[in-house]
């Protein structure tokens, strides 16, 4: 079955597991909730942060929500 037969055969909405997935869809974990907090610390304290983890544990995750959740208008992301 290739990608493209996915969708219609499940009913799926989207392709599940993709990095599409809405921030506001993703699961959030303590451990998320951890990581989201101390990169909005980071954030407001204009500093500099280094995000690291095992594979898989959720860093892209993690980031992609914490940009989400930020002004464009007020921040740059490079």
């Not at 990608?3 to 506001?24: E, T, V």
């Not at 989201?36 to 860093?59: H, P």
Request: glycine content about 8%; overall charge positive; cysteine-free.
């Amino acid at each position: 079955m290739t990608l493209g037969q996915l969708r219609p055969y499940y009913g799926f909405s989207r392709l599940p597991f993709s990095r599409q997935i809405p921030a506001s869809a993703l699961f959030r974990s303590s451990a998320h909730q951890e990581a989201l907090a101390r990169i909005a610390f980071v954030i407001a304290q204009e500093a500099l942060g280094l995000l690291t983890g095992e594979v898989g544990s959720g860093k892209t995750v993690a980031a992609r929500a914490a940009l989400a959740t930020l002004d464009p208008s007020r921040y740059s992301v490079i």
